[in-house]
């Protein structure tokens, strides 16, 4: 296979690419295949984008169809049919059922775009700077989302002071049992020399962050803090959101009511861009026309497939399937780690987000590349990489995800140097 073009002429920052070094050719639900022919089962899913698979076909159909009639395929924000298919459906399949009311603010195409346009709305809405941001979070790649992002092996190529950001422990984190409380004391005492901020963001479950689960009880705490000192509470749904865990929404069933959800990946269902922010309208009611722009928010193809992916939410047989085979991940997991019981390691996880918390990055490093000579796809995640992440799509066939544990369990072995 012919790399050199790539390692010639594209920009060195490429990344993924290096922990796979082969040039894919297709792909199909949990698999995707190199041109010489090699097979890979697929626990990455292009980070949490392709729910659905690979190819999904009836995604492709839809699109396919869309594309033959001449379909809208960009469009700004004019209205066009594929959009009003889309809004209609996601206000009758996900938000109506749960009683929330929210408005749908298309932006650019990825999931820090709409982590932008929610500290802008934030601090629009409240006249505040400050945007309160939890240890080992990631939210993007863009100054304002970065500033949010916890992760130094991302903030340090920002070039510029990354401020108006005010840093507390995550629930997990050392101190984040009690982090809340003591920040609403320091907050409701007039000597403290603290402000209140415009937003409060958080994940109900850190994906990159190291498959870190927050509790109902802890995202209560903030919920309610941010209502009492008027600021914004915001939840990054954009990995864990689109059925991962087993409901359409990582934090469903907790009670929650965030002013802002950002969700993006697997919204399009196909892999084709899109992000949305879900609006409560007394917070949208600040925008004006114009007030945020991007040209790729009607993204047509993205509007097709994501439509046919609420397809897979109006009865509860794929979200059965999910927590079906995320309690298999989290068995085998399980046994992986009592089998090597003196290294400590650890699993958790919800649904189809499942991890091996290995506590060295060089050895989770160690298991991906064995994995993948193996013909396996997984990536490290979490404080140095040292968490081994797997997210296969939800609709991955159960050989194939039996087989993919199974090689998992062989790559672990092989980079303990026991296999």
Not at 211 to 221: E, P, R, S, Y
Not at 339 to 353: E, I, K, L, T, Y
Request: glycine share 12%.
């Amino acid at each position: 296979m012919d790399m050199s073009p790539f390692e010639q002429s594209e920009s060195s920052v490429r990344g993924y690419c290096r922990a796979y070094p082969t040039v894919f050719a297709s792909a199909s639900n949990a698999r995707q295949t190199a041109e010489d022919g090699t097979s890979y089962i697929d626990f990455f899913a292009g980070a949490g984008v392709l729910n659905f698979g690979h190819n999904n076909p009836r995604m492709k159909e839809a699109m396919i169809a869309f594309l033959q009639a001449d379909g809208v395929a960009h469009s700004l924000d004019t209205y066009t049919t594929t959009k009003r298919d889309f809004i209609e459906k996601f206000r009758d399949v996900i938000l109506r059922p749960r009683g929330m009311d929210y408005r749908m603010q298309f932006m650019g195409p990825t999931g820090t775009n709409a982590v932008e346009a929610a500290l802008k709305l934030a601090r629009l809405s409240t006249g505040r700077r400050e945007i309160v941001a939890f240890s080992h979070g990631f939210h993007g790649m863009t100054l304002g989302s970065l500033a949010a992002t916890a992760n130094e092996a991302f903030r340090q190529w920002a070039g510029v002071p990354l401020t108006d950001v005010v840093r507390l422990p995550f629930e997990t984190a050392p101190g984040g049992d009690t982090a809340v409380a003591e920040y609403r004391a320091a907050l409701l005492d007039p000597s403290s020399g603290l402000t209140p901020p415009a937003a409060f963001l958080v994940e109900a479950l850190q994906a990159e962050g190291g498959v870190n689960i927050a509790t109902a009880g802890w995202l209560h705490q903030i919920q309610d803090l941010a209502s009492e000192v008027g600021a914004l509470f915001i939840i990054d749904d954009i990995q864990a959101g689109c059925g991962r865990t087993g409901d359409y929404f990582s934090f469903d069933g907790m009670g929650l009511e965030p002013d802002i959800i950002n969700l993006a990946k697997g919204l399009g269902g196909f892999g084709t861009p899109i992000a949305m922010n879900l609006n409560k309208p007394s917070v949208d009611d600040h925008w004006s026309p114009g007030a945020h722009t991007g040209t790729f928010r009607g993204q047509g193809l993205s509007f097709v497939a994501g439509t046919v992916a609420l397809d897979y939410f109006t009865d509860d047989v794929l979200m059965g399937e999910v927590r079906a085979k995320g309690a298999v991940l989290r068995d085998r997991l399980e046994q992986i780690a009592s089998a090597h019981p003196d290294q400590g390691w650890s699993v958790r996880g919800r649904g189809m987000m499942q991890a091996l918390d290995t506590g060295d990055g060089a050895f989770a490093k160690r298991v991906q590349q064995a994995a993948f000579e193996a013909g396996l796809l997984i990536g490290p995640c979490g404080t140095g990489g040292q968490v081994i992440k797997l997210i296969p799509p939800l609709t991955i066939p159960d050989d194939d995800l039996t087989q993919g544990l199974d090689i998992l369990d062989k790559a672990v072995a092989t980079a303990l140097g026991v296999a």
